[in-house]
């Protein structure tokens, strides 16, 4: 199981600040060590970032009209999400990643979307949401220092070492920009897969992080991927979550709550029962390698 990464080159911010460099191990122990150490900034809102060009965008993807059915729900989404204040230095990482990578860039912005929105309907508009919120926008910034996706080929075993140490990345950088912040647990668990993924840590984390990865899992099966034909459907993706957590690989009332916020988010969540499992809503052509289970072989 993979505990910590060596580093094969620098770790370089957008300013080309050096976070950590080539040859130095990272591991939870070094993120929390460098989130000790962090002196965080004065934060800025999001509403005066270029997140604000893109965030109702979703909202008229036909993939996701069941989440933001209610005109008053996507209100309440955008006020809670660019409510959220963050170090100038990550207003300019957003803006670097909107012009390198749109689909990571997105992939971001639909995770902090369906986030809020599932914890919206747990806790109510708790003050605790904009942080959270910016967590899940910030999840995958990790990705931002793997080499370029390698348009669907399968990937070498060197390859797939490289995605998986991409929570260690992401967490070590917004540590030293954050300090401790859940935008750093996200960073860090969102692949954990109750104890089946990437990387170890010393303790399961947070709920709300659980939330964060299956509302990136959902965000990441229903946009395109290289490796795949097409995105899955809503309810193609819901299958495939209610079967991660059936075999214990994600948390059971995080999916729980996602299939409840898909029917409207009426009644107790704790009488959600799922449905059977249909024909359809997956893509024909599939070549996803499963990160976690190829780790655990190498």
Request: with cysteine.
């Amino acid at each position: 199981m993979l505990t910590r990464v060596t580093l094969v080159r620098d770790l370089v911010d957008c300013r080309s600040r050096v976070l950590a460099r080539r040859g130095e191990a990272l591991s939870q122990a070094a993120v929390a060590e460098a989130a000790a150490r962090a002196r965080p900034g004065p934060g800025r809102p999001l509403s005066a970032s270029v997140v604000v060009e893109d965030l109702r965008e979703p909202f008229g993807d036909p993939v996701y009209k069941w989440v933001f059915r209610q005109s008053t729900v996507q209100s309440t989404l955008g006020r809670i999400v660019l409510s959220a204040e963050l170090p100038e230095e990550l207003h300019q990482e957003l803006g670097v990643l909107r012009e390198a990578d749109w689909a990571r860039y997105r992939h971001g912005i639909v995770t902090a979307l369906v986030a809020t929105r599932m914890l919206l309907a747990a806790v109510g508009d708790a003050r605790a949401l904009p942080e959270l919120a910016a967590a899940a926008l910030l999840h995958d910034l990790g990705m931002r220092h793997v080499k370029p996706d390698p348009g669907g080929a399968p990937l070498s075993p060197a390859d797939v070492l490289e995605v998986a140490g991409h929570p260690l990345l992401g967490g070590f950088h917004l540590a030293t920009v954050l300090g401790p912040h859940p935008a750093v647990d996200a960073a860090l668990g969102h692949h954990w897969r109750c104890g089946k993924g990437y990387p170890r840590l010393s303790s399961a984390p947070a709920r709300a992080v659980e939330v964060i990865a299956v509302a990136s899992a959902f965000a990441a099966l229903t946009q395109p991927r290289t490796f795949r034909s097409a995105a899955f459907d809503a309810r193609g993706a819901t299958d495939v979550l209610v079967g991660d957590a059936g075999a214990g690989e994600a948390d059971l009332e995080s999916v729980q709550l996602l299939v409840h916020v898909l029917r409207g988010a009426q009644g107790p969540m704790g009488e959600v029962k799922f449905g059977r499992e249909r024909v359809g809503g997956a893509p024909e052509d599939n070549r996803y390698t499963p990160i976690a289970r190829a780790v655990a072989k190498a």
